[in-house]
């Protein structure tokens, strides 16, 4: 699976010209555009790389790119700023690395890539959940739109779409062949590298309910 960055940034328009850039070269990308979100996600979606805004509203990346630095000392931290910034010492400091005006700055690619591969370099791979693979078709929906299960845990699964697709932040998924309808959170979205299918990887947002306890089921169904 290719790499998972966390990118967090309040500017929504830049969030999501940063996510289209690292997506186009291969990066599965969880967002948030809040300090909150981004913490949430932090320990969550397990990430090989975050990248934050310095801006964050009434927080600042710094605090963010602290607390990850605590919580997993070997997780690599871009922070990103939209002009020279007087922080560049303590972000220094921190064991971070600035990138200003990451967006038309051709240094900024070349920093993700050494920084995935400094992390790689000191753990091994993640799996983000114990996952079973489909083996034959099984189709899917999420509101109106047909999608097809690529693989599912009790935590999550990875959607694939024919066309590039709109997920919404939290969606509901209906296997109609099962009878199951759960709600799941948008994880990451990505074009798959093999086909031109579009690939959406999402967790379970509710557990000990009764549609938990159906997918649970429609899981140990699954061959």
Wanted: a negative charge.
């Amino acid at each position: 699976m290719p790499p998972l960055i966390l990118l967090v940034d309040a500017d929504r328009a830049e969030l999501r010209k940063t996510e289209a850039l690292l997506s186009d070269h291969g990066y599965l990308v969880a967002i948030a555009d809040s300090y909150q979100r981004g913490r949430r996600l932090l320990d969550s979606v397990t990430p090989d790389l975050l990248i934050t805004s310095v801006r964050l509203n009434v927080y600042n990346g710094l605090q963010l790119a602290s607390k990850s630095l605590a919580a997993h000392p070997t997780l690599p931290v871009i922070l990103t700023h939209p002009s020279d910034s007087a922080l560049a010492e303590e972000i220094e400091r921190l064991g971070a690395r600035l990138i200003i005006k990451p967006l038309e700055n051709p240094g900024f690619l070349p920093a993700v890539q050494a920084a995935l591969e400094q992390n790689r370099a000191v753990q091994p791979a993640i799996r983000r959940w114990h996952r079973k693979r489909i083996t034959g078709r099984v189709e899917a929906r999420l509101a109106s739109s047909p999608a097809r299960i690529l693989d599912i845990s009790y935590g999550g699964l990875r959607l694939a779409f024919e066309d590039q697709h709109d997920v919404p932040p939290d969606f509901d998924v209906e296997v109609p062949t099962a009878g199951v309808t759960v709600k799941f959170h948008r994880i990451w979205t990505a074009r798959s590298s093999k086909t031109d299918e579009y690939w959406c990887g999402a967790e379970l947002v509710e557990t000990g309910t009764p549609a938990a306890d159906h997918w649970r089921e429609f899981i140990d169904s699954v061959n």
